[in-house]
Nanobody, 124 residues
Framework: QVQLVESGGGLVQAGGSLRLSCAVSGRTLSANDMGWFRQAPGNEREFVAA????????YYADSVKGRFTISRDNAKNTVYLQMNSLKPEDTAVYYC?????????????????WGQGTQVTVSS
């Protein structure tokens, strides 16, 4: 059974950085496109970033472009989200997701595996 486990969330001041990790088990990561989503209270789950199975194609939401970087280490079956210059509006629960290669990366319904989420809180 596939399992995705996020870690690295926490409380940080505005302008600070965090690095989220997503460890994948039960599935060969190299065969999957992977994404990060976030959900703030009262809001829908929104796309943050995604990376194709090969690692060569990256996607970002406009709100995080230039500040966040997604990467993957297929040998370690782990996906990362480096978050710099954090803003209070980045506060949310961040979720890692995985799915078939070639999926529509911005749509949550395209992914068939999800982590439990990790809280990121940015104070002003």
């Amino acid at each position: 059974q596939v399992q995705l486990v996020e870690s690295g969330g926490g409380l940080v001041q505005a302008g600070g950085s965090l690095r989220l990790s997503c460890a994948v088990s039960g599935r060969t990561l190299s065969a999957n496109d992977m994404g990060w989503f976030r959900q703030a209270p009262g809001n829908e789950r929104e796309f943050v970033a995604a990376i194709r199975w090969s690692g060569g194609i990256l996607y970002y939401a406009d709100s995080v472009k230039g500040r966040f970087t997604i990467s993957r280490d297929n040998a370690k079956n782990t996906v990362y989200l480096q978050m710099n210059s954090l803003k209070p509006e980045d506060t949310a629960v961040y979720y890692c997701a995985g799915g078939r290669s070639g999926l529509w990366v911005r749509s949550p319904s395209e992914y068939d595996a999800w982590g439990q989420g990790t809280q990121v809180t940015v104070s002003s």
